[in-house]
């Protein structure tokens, strides 16, 4: 059996040292000041009797001592012979045999002291992931019977409508009620800029209400929310192991016993070696073999081979790793995808929703006669305020942002697949696409047939009035995400859409995409990317919204979500969702398992090769067992500072 002591003393020190209470060092405290008070003790010829001295020491090893000899012997017990504890109390009970009282307290005393670092350090990075989404609040104003009752969220029925103050965090997920309101979503996707809800809309657990007390109408249970589902999966995330994070758990376990009979046999070979050399070199110099000294560099073997190093500080720098992409708006639903996000050669981006905002915005407004813009569009606006279609609402955003008053609406009725006919200030108003002008054969500019982007014409009384040209504009960052994948040395940069090969083509020109398809179905869509993966130097993430790519997602090597905080395709499919719904993200989360790949392959390389040359020290005699502790712990410390550092880089 490999290391314990991250597996089975954090759960219990991570509860303790929320405490943060002296009485965790305490013990520590104790035996550290009776090693310094003894060794002066000895320097001062009060020592003489070595009694005395032994019942000094042994009651400054019990503090450290007694709870890693519980821990061996509950190991024992299940059968783990080679364990981290079975190694200190060998090595302690080994010096205290020869006579070395303040070292073999020392070896318990600075492993304890060890401990404590890297359980608060494992402690810590556990604690911070679990505070970036664990704000779930503790009650809910529910309406019931007219009247506004306090609840536990869990208590909470669906349809059962809740209400949020200003400044109150929503509990749990639902349906707007009130025409808009405005929310703090910083919590759910890291971005302080207030969005924008109405009704119909869903809102999520964890928004909070900024100006003004809305009501929601639940839709989840509480445990069914969202945020609920995304803690669930960052708190799991540390079962899924990386591959570096396994083979080190499976290293450990036959490297543990290994050392301990390379101990054993540094102690037996020069013994034996003793007994043979006369018959097989009867003229050399004899050997004079000493039990205590051999015995004791057996000992500093078998403490400076204690693997605790790597079995805590790897798993710790992946805990670092999801924290810092947690604190960036990146969930990792595991440290598997974290280092194999590193392997990623050819992203694959959807259209809609991930490269651009998935919402029309106006992006030009032309009226037929001169001057009369606004006019135009109040009539188009005003004919638009009772519809929920995209373009209808991106319309009214428009019409609201311009300053423009809408007029009453006297009659409206839907034309299927044209548009809309409505009466309006005793003028007759149709808006829709070119098929409506045509059916009512209603003259209107040629060039209007070749438009690209999405259209929507205007007539009155019968008259060509103008038009309003919509897009599904790209997101802000859409180009910096694609500027930084290539500075990555990630060129094979494609897109897939199911929207119009003209619109779509645009778009790359725009990115800097140089393969993108459009006209896909979701099947062609698969057809594509199963092309991509016949060649097994690709290495491909696909990012999409996770709702429609579902497929796409699953058969990628990484599998990315944008925006997918209330989707729960996302959630299931997705190997990592992008809470920000930044395309630029995705280079940010390839920064960041990199450097945790960095940092975890450090830490390797750096234990193991501080413990070959003190393990080689201590077998000729050079290396003491202070050495052999320092270097044990000193090597452990160094390997957590190391994890900890792992930042969320900045998107160049």
């Not at 639903?333 to 929703?353: Q, W």
Request: a neutral charge.
């Amino acid at each position: 059996m490999g290391c314990n002591c991250c597996n089975q003393n954090t759960e219990s020190t991570c509860s303790k040292s929320k405490t943060d209470s002296y009485k965790i060092y305490l013990p520590a405290l104790v035996s550290f000041t009776m090693i310094i008070v003894g060794m002066f003790l000895k320097h001062a010829g009060l020592f003489e009797n070595n009694a005395l001295a032994l019942a000094w020491y042994i009651i400054a090893y019990l503090p450290v001592g007694l709870p890693v000899l519980k821990e061996a012997f509950e190991g024992l017990k299940q059968k783990e012979f080679f364990n981290e504890f079975t190694l200190m109390c060998i090595a302690t009970i080994g010096a205290f045999c020869i006579g070395e009282y303040p070292e073999g307290v020392a070896v318990m005393l600075f492993y304890t002291i060890g401990e404590l670092f890297q359980d608060r350090a494992v402690g810590k990075a556990q604690r911070n992931i679990k505070a970036l989404l664990d704000i779930r609040p503790e009650s809910s104003t529910v309406i019931r019977n007219g009247h506004p009752v306090d609840v536990i969220p869990s208590t909470v029925g669906i349809g059962e409508v809740i209400e949020v103050k200003a400044g109150e965090r929503v509990s749990l997920d639902g349906q707007m009620l009130n025409e808009y309101a405005s929310f703090n979503t910083a919590a759910l996707t890291g971005e302080s800029r207030p969005r924008t809800i109405r009704q119909g809309d869903e809102v999520l657990a964890g928004m909070i209400a900024t100006e003004q007390t809305v009501r929601i109408r639940v839709n989840k249970r509480y445990d069914e929310s969202a945020l609920s589902r995304i803690l669930k999966m960052v708190q799991e995330a540390s079962e899924r192991k990386a591959p570096t994070e396994l083979f080190i758990r499976r290293f450990a376990r036959v490297y543990t016993p290994v050392v301990t009979l390379l101990a054993a046999l540094v102690v037996l070979l020069p013994y034996i070696y003793s007994v043979v050399q006369p018959l097989l070199l009867p003229t050399a110099v004899p050997f004079q073999y000493d039990f205590s000294d051999w015995l004791y560099r057996g000992l500093v073997f078998l403490v400076i081979s204690c693997p605790c190093a790597l079995v805590v500080s790897i798993p710790l720098g992946y805990f670092g790793g999801i924290g810092a992409a947690s604190r960036a708006g990146i969930l990792f639903k595991g440290g598997n995808y974290l280092d194999g996000i590193t392997k990623v050669n050819t992203v694959v981006f959807d259209k809609t929703g991930t490269l651009t905002k998935g919402v029309f915005e106006v992006q030009q407004l032309a009226s037929a006669a001169t001057g009369k813009e606004k006019e135009l569009l109040s009539y188009m606006a005003s004919a638009e305020q009772k519809s929920t279609h995209p373009i209808a609402r991106a319309i009214l955003q428009y019409a609201r942002q311009q300053g423009v008053d809408l007029l009453e609406v006297e009659h409206s009725e839907e034309v299927s697949g044209h548009g809309l006919r409505s009466q309006i200030s005793g003028h007759q108003v149709l808006i829709g696409n070119l098929r409506l002008l045509d059916a009512n054969g209603i003259a209107y500019p040629s060039s209007l047939s070749a438009v690209v982007d999405t259209i929507a014409v205007c007539a009155i009384d019968q008259t060509y009035a103008g038009y309003i040209l919509l897009a599904d504009s790209p997101k802000e960052d859409a180009r910096t995400a694609i500027t930084s994948l290539q500075g990555l040395n990630i060129n094979n940069i494609q897109m897939l859409s199911g929207d119009k090969q003209a619109i779509v083509s645009k778009l790359a020109e725009h990115l800097g995409i140089s393969k993108a398809y459009g006209d896909l179905m979701p099947e062609d869509k698969v057809e594509k990317m199963e092309a991509l993966r016949k060649n097994p130097s690709n290495y491909i993430a696909f990012v999409g919204d996770g709702i429609n790519d579902a497929p796409v997602l699953a058969l990628s090597n990484i599998g990315i979500a944008m925006g997918g905080l209330g989707s729960d395709a996302a959630i299931e499919t997705a190997d990592v969702v992008i809470q920000t719904d930044q395309p630029s993200k995705i280079a940010t989360a390839i920064r960041i398992g990199r450097q945790t790949r960095n940092i975890v392959w450090q830490n390797i390389v750096m234990a193991l090769g501080i413990k070959l040359l003190v393990l080689t020290l201590g077998v000729f005699g050079v290396a003491t067992l202070w050495e052999a502790v320092f270097a044990d712990v000193g090597v452990a410390l160094l390997a957590i500072l190391n994890a900890i550092r792992i930042k969320a880089p900045d998107v160049e």
